[in-house]
């Protein structure tokens, strides 16, 4: 199974943030011949990653390579339900990676292009942002 979320981090919780730009890096394939690149901006949960790794690799029955090139640092902090304003930040809940435009999150190898088309055509659909399908 993949890691999901940071080993170690310096700080345990931050602030919200704001997702504005476009991606300054990772913009083209470096490792695989096809790749799946975000359109939108948003945030993507570890496991929406996961549930898309999965996917992937379900779907090629395992004869390719699949690279994962985003990885969820960002804690996101909930407070529990019914609870009163203040008292601080609530505790961590989840891990997500924040999306650009531009930015490729999955690279695939190894596969008929017709395959890694309908494979990432599936991870689309499990992400909560628009992609497309890129070739080499």
């Known amino acids: 199974m993949a890691k999901t979320q940071p080993s170690r981090s310096k700080y345990r919780k931050v602030q919200k943030g704001r997702i504005k730009g476009y991606a300054k890096g990772n913009t083209y394939l470096s490792f695989g011949e ?4 975000a ?11 996961e549930a898309v790794r999965i996917a992937i690799t379900r779907f090629i029955k395992r004869k390719g390579t699949v690279w994962m090139r985003v990885f969820p640092h960002k804690p996101i902090t909930k407070k529990p339900a019914e609870t009163r304003m203040g008292k601080g930040k609530g505790n961590v809940e989840y891990f997500t990676s924040i999306i650009k435009p531009g930015v490729i999150l999955f690279e695939l190898d190894g596969v008929e292009v017709n395959i890694a088309r309908e494979a990432m055509s599936l ?5 909560g942002i628009k992609c497309r399908f890129i070739l080499r």
């Open 34 to 37: 096809y790749g799946l690149q």
């Open 39 to 49: 359109l939108e901006r948003g945030q993507v949960s570890a496991r929406q990653l």
């Open 123 to 127: 991870a689309d659909r499990k992400l």
